[in-house]
């Protein structure tokens, strides 16, 4: 019998998928989520992620929230999370 894989982490590859992570952090007032911005993380990955914002951020796993509707900035961490570092524009 063929049995779905458990999902793994999709940062760190490592350890299981347990945390359904919201790349834009709902604002107040905010109803609804958009699954679109939903990565499933470990229990790790996740704590990292809510701990260092900033970081996060810079890998392309937490969007600030004037980025929820920024096309270039989901882009910017998609490509991010693929492990493209892009040099610091300006
Ligand atoms: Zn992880």
Known sequence: M???????CE??????????????????????????????????????????PVLAHDEGWALWSYERYDGDAHHRAWMARLGFRHEQEG
């Open 2 to 8: 063929a049995r779905a894989e458990p999902q793994v």
């Open 11 to 52: 940062r760190c590859h490592a350890e299981p998928a347990v945390d359904p992570h919201e790349l834009v952090r709902q604002s107040q007032g905010d109803t609804g989520t958009d699954l679109d911005l939903i990565e499933m993380v470990g229990r790790e990955c996740h704590r990292w992620i809510t701990e260092h």
